[in-house]
Structure formats: structure tokens, C-alpha cells
């Protein structure tokens, strides 16, 4: 069982913008950087965003990414059929002495 | 650009050892400012992190699956290794490979995965 929560799914319209929120503590979201990545179907994983808001070569500023308190959100603006994916956030964990991933989120394109 | 791949048998029997190799090219493991990862996913669920290796030797594992997971460096060959002990069915899962900056602990890049399943 994780210790950082996302919603299951969210969705929306091509075009529209959502939003995927990663709750935590201050164990790890709250003094600890957080990535986020992406998971096409049948795919590995890709690192989406990292150090809370910095964007990897090549990743389009569609993505966006913030951190408050033990929580962050993810950001997809001008949603497209190729953004179907899972997401997942992710940080170092003090507590669990380890690194830990999100519960993921499905993003369906309406 | 850095490229990592999996390596192993896709068929463990319980109670085995479930052994995988990752391959690095495109950069060295003893470069230093990476950890070498190995993360898992079971069907259908999410992603967990089993540990890292510094190319020195020095590593870290998640808590609960320390007492079955080692992970080895082979700098001369530039891979990594993971061995998994008494593996149960719920250990069948895609397992990853990923290169992790030592700053800030992101994975930046990851290999295909590989399958492997446990059963008789």
C-alpha cells in the first residue's frame, strides 16, 4: 500500500487541461523532491517531470509540474489522444527508508 | 544516449531464485553520479522500487524485500544484477531497470522490462 495517493483516473476532452493531484507526508513529499512519469500502454515507464517542475529534454511544456506543503500536482494542458497513459508521482521516503511511487492515474482522453 | 536491457529467464519456479541482468551502454556505471536501479510492476498494478547500487558497491534496498533481494555491480562488464529469493507467485511481475541521479533520485532512464513469471 502506498503512502502517496493519486486519484485513479481522471479525464477530460482533446483540448482540455487536467490535473493529477499526489498527496503525501512530510516523510517524503514535504522534504523531498518529486518526479512524475509517464506509462504508455505496454510501454516502460518515462520520466515526465522532476525536482518538482523541471521538464526533461524533449518533454513539451504541456506538462507541468508543483509542489505545496506534502502535495503535488501534475498538469496536462491541450490534452491529446497520445497523453492516454498511466501517471505516477514519486520521492524519496524517510520513513520507509526507500523510494516510493504513487498509486498511479489513468488519464482517459474523452 | 544511454540504453539499458533486461536479461533473464521469464520462468521461475516458487521457491527459487529469480536472477536478471541489466545491460548499460551508452555510459559507464562507474561515472558517478548514478545509482542503478531495479524497480517491478506487477500485471495490472503499479510500480514498486526493490533498490539501487552505486557502482562501488554501496546499496540501498526497499524494506520490504530486503531480507530476499541483493543487487551486484559488474563494472568490468558494465551491468548490474539482481537476485530475488524464495520467490512466491507474488513476485511474477515486469521488472525494470533504470539509470537514478544520485542528487535528486529520479529515474531518468529505463530499460524495456522483462517479464518473469513464478510458477510450477
Known amino acids: 500500500q502506498s503512502v502517496l495517493t493519486q486519484p485513479p483516473s481522471v479525464s477530460a476532452a482533446p483540448g482540455q487541461k487536467v490535473t493529477i493531484s499526489c498527496s503525501g507526508s512530510?516523510?517524503?513529499?514535504?522534504?523531498?523532491?518529486v518526479s512524475w512519469y509517464q506509462q504508455l500502454p505496454g510501454t516502460a515507464p518515462k520520466l515526465l517531470i522532476y525536482?518538482?517542475?523541471k521538464r526533461p529534454s524533449g518533454i513539451p511544456d504541456r506538462f507541468s509540474g508543483s509542489k505545496s506543503g506534502t502535495s503535488a500536482t501534475l498538469g496536462i494542458t491541450g490534452l491529446q489522444t497520445g497523453d492516454e497513459a498511466d501517471y505516477y508521482c514519486?520521492?524519496?521516503?524517510?520513513?520507509?527508508?526507500?523510494?516510493?511511487f504513487g498509486t498511479g492515474t489513468k488519464v482517459t482522453v474523452l | 544516449q544511454v540504453q539499458l536491457q533486461e536479461s533473464g529467464p521469464g520462468l521461475v519456479k516458487p521457491s527459487q531464485t529469480l536472477s536478471l541482468t541489466c545491460t548499460v551502454s551508452?555510459?559507464?556505471?562507474?561515472?558517478?553520479?548514478?545509482?542503478w536501479s531495479w524497480i517491478r510492476q506487477p500485471p495490472g498494478k503499479g510500480l514498486e522500487w526493490i533498490g539501487y547500487?552505486?557502482?562501488?558497491?554501496?546499496?540501498y534496498y526497499n524494506p520490504s524485500l530486503k531480507s530476499r533481494v541483493a543487487i551486484s555491480v559488474d563494472p568490468s562488464k558494465n551491468h548490474f544484477s539482481l537476485n530475488l529469493t524464495s520467490v512466491t507467485a507474488a513476485d511474477t511481475a515486469v521488472y525494470y531497470c533504470?539509470?537514478?541521479?544520485?542528487?535528486?533520485?529520479?529515474?531518468?532512464?529505463w530499460g524495456q522490462g522483462t517479464l518473469v513469471t513464478v510458477s510450477s
Open positions: 512530510s516523510y517524503n513529499i514535504g522534504n523531498n523532491y
Open positions: 551508452g555510459d559507464s556505471i562507474t561515472g558517478g553520479d548514478f545509482y
Open positions: 514519486g520521492t524519496w521516503d524517510s520513513s520507509q527508508r526507500g523510494y516510493v
Open positions: 525536482d518538482n517542475n
Open positions: 547500487i552505486y557502482y562501488s558497491g554501496n546499496a
Open positions: 533504470a539509470r537514478t541521479t544520485v542528487t535528486t533520485a529520479k529515474f531518468d532512464s
